[in-house]
Antibody, heavy 122, light 109 residues
Framework: EVQLVESGGGLVQPGGSLRLSCAAS????????MSWVRQAPGKGLEWVST?????????YYSDSVKGRFTISRDNSKNTLYLQMNSLRADDTAVYYC??????????????WGQGTLVTVSS | SSELTQDPAVSVALGQTVRITCQGD??????GSWYQQKPGQAPVLVIY???KRPSGIPDRFSGSSSGNTASLTITGAQAEDEAAYYC????????????FGGGTKLTVL
C-alpha cells in the first residue's frame, strides 16, 4: 500500500524558515517524480514544486516560490523534502506531498499524503 | 488568476448526469487530470490521461477533451460525489510547470 506521510509543519514568523519532510512507502520511491502541492485556508490547490525521479537531477518551481524554496529527495531514506526560506504570510497553507506517475514531470498525481499545516504569522 | 478556468459551483440532482469543465490553452497539448476533494481530506485522483480511472474509482466518472477544454462527467451522481473538483495539467517550454484550475464545488441535490 502506498503511503505518504508529511511532517515538519508548524507556526513560523515571517522571514523564517521551515523544512518539510514526506516519508514514502509501498512503492519504489526513487523511480517516481515527487511533488509538493499546497492549499491556503479556504482556497484551491496550488502546485509548488516537483523533483524528477531517479537521481532527482531536475527540479521545477512555481514562480511564487522560486528562489525561496528548495525541493530535494533522499532515495536511501525514501524521503522527500521541502526547504522553505524567507517565508511570507501568503505561504500559509496545508502542504501536500504527491507522487507522480513517471520519473519525469507530469500533471498527474496518483497518491497524496494527508498534508501538514504551515502557518506564517507573527 | 489560474491558467485553467473552472466554474466555481455546479449542482446536480441525485441520479442525474453532470459535466464539469476546465478550459485553458495548455489543454490543447496535454491531457488534464481531475481530482476530487472532500472537506478536510486530501485530494483523490479520479481521471487522468485519455479517460483513465485509477483503481477504485467508480465507472460513473469519465473524462473527455476537445480543443482547449477538458471535461469530467459524472453519470448518475451520488450523494457521496458532493465535493470540490479540480483539474490540472502540465506545461513545457522554457519553464516546465504544473497548474491547477480554481476548482468547482459540486452540490448533489
Amino acid at each position: 500500500e502506498v503511503q505518504l506521510v508529511e511532517s515538519g509543519g508548524g507556526l513560523v514568523q515571517p522571514g523564517g524558515s521551515l523544512r518539510l519532510s514526506c516519508a514514502a512507502s509501498g512503492f519504489t520511491f526513487s523511480s517516481y517524480a515527487m511533488s509538493w502541492v499546497r492549499q491556503a485556508p479556504g482556497k484551491g490547490l496550488e502546485w509548488v514544486s516537483t523533483i524528477s525521479g531517479s537521481s532527482g537531477g531536475s527540479t521545477y518551481y512555481s514562480d511564487s516560490v522560486k528562489g525561496r524554496f528548495t525541493i530535494s529527495r533522499d532515495n536511501s531514506k525514501n524521503t522527500l523534502y521541502l526547504q522553505m526560506n524567507s517565508l511570507r504570510a501568503d505561504d500559509t497553507a496545508v502542504y501536500y506531498c504527491a507522487k507522480g506517475f513517471h520519473a519525469v514531470l507530469s500533471g498527474s498525481f496518483d497518491y497524496w499524503g494527508q498534508g501538514t499545516l504551515v502557518t506564517v504569522s507573527s | 488568476s489560474s491558467e485553467l478556468t473552472q466554474d466555481p459551483a455546479v449542482s446536480v440532482a441525485l441520479g442525474q448526469t453532470v459535466r464539469i469543465t476546465c478550459q485553458g490553452d495548455r489543454l490543447r497539448n496535454y491531457y488534464g487530470s481531475w481530482y476530487q476533494q472532500k472537506p478536510g481530506q486530501a485530494p483523490v485522483l479520479v481521471i487522468y490521461g485519455k479517460n483513465k480511472r485509477p483503481s477504485g474509482i467508480p465507472d460513473r466518472f469519465s473524462g473527455s477533451s476537445s480543443g482547449n477544454t477538458a471535461s469530467l462527467t459524472i453519470t448518475g451522481a451520488q450523494a457521496e460525489d458532493e465535493a470540490a473538483y479540480y483539474c490540472n495539467s502540465r506545461d513545457s517550454g522554457d519553464n516546465p510547470h504544473v497548474v491547477f484550475g480554481g476548482g468547482t464545488k459540486l452540490t448533489v441535490l
